[in-house]
Nanobody, 118 residues
Framework: QEQLVESGGGLAQPGGSLRLSCTAS??????????MSWYRQAPGLKRELVAT????????NYPRSVQGRFTISRDNANTTVYLQMNNLKPEDTAVYCC?????????WGQGIQVTVSS
């Protein structure tokens, strides 16, 4: 059964860093052929696409809100996609969730809280 599990969230101070991990299991052929993305949703706001990594590499266009601060990467051998978040701001506070697209199906992780506060 396909499964995505996020980790690495928590509390960070403004200007600090966190690295989120999304570890996949149960996908035939591993994650190398999957498109995987990170989304976030803050209370009262719509879900926002933060970063995407296709089987060809990371998408170069990050939303302006995270451009230059967030970087997506993947380790196919460890079936994990990472989101490195630097220079965090209070407005980055949200539940972060990863997804994976395989053929016509989309799979979601359970989400993880990131709180940026002093």
């Amino acid at each position: 059964q396909e499964q995505l599990v996020e980790s690495g969230g928590g509390l960070a101070q403004p200007g600090g860093s966190l690295r989120l991990s999304c570890t996949a299991s149960g996908f035939t052929g591993g994650i190398s052929v999957l498109t995987m993305s990170w989304y976030r949703q803050a209370p009262g706001l719509k879900r926002e696409l933060v970063a995407t990594h296709t089987k060809f590499g990371p998408a170069v266009n990050y939303p302006r809100s995270v451009q230059g601060r967030f970087t997506i990467s993947r380790d196919n051998a460890n079936t994990t996609v990472y989101l490195q978040m630097n220079n965090l701001k209070p407005e980055d506070t949200a539940v972060y969730c990863c997804d994976a697209i395989q053929d016509a199906s989309t799979y979601w992780g359970q989400g993880i809280q990131v709180t940026v506060s002093s």
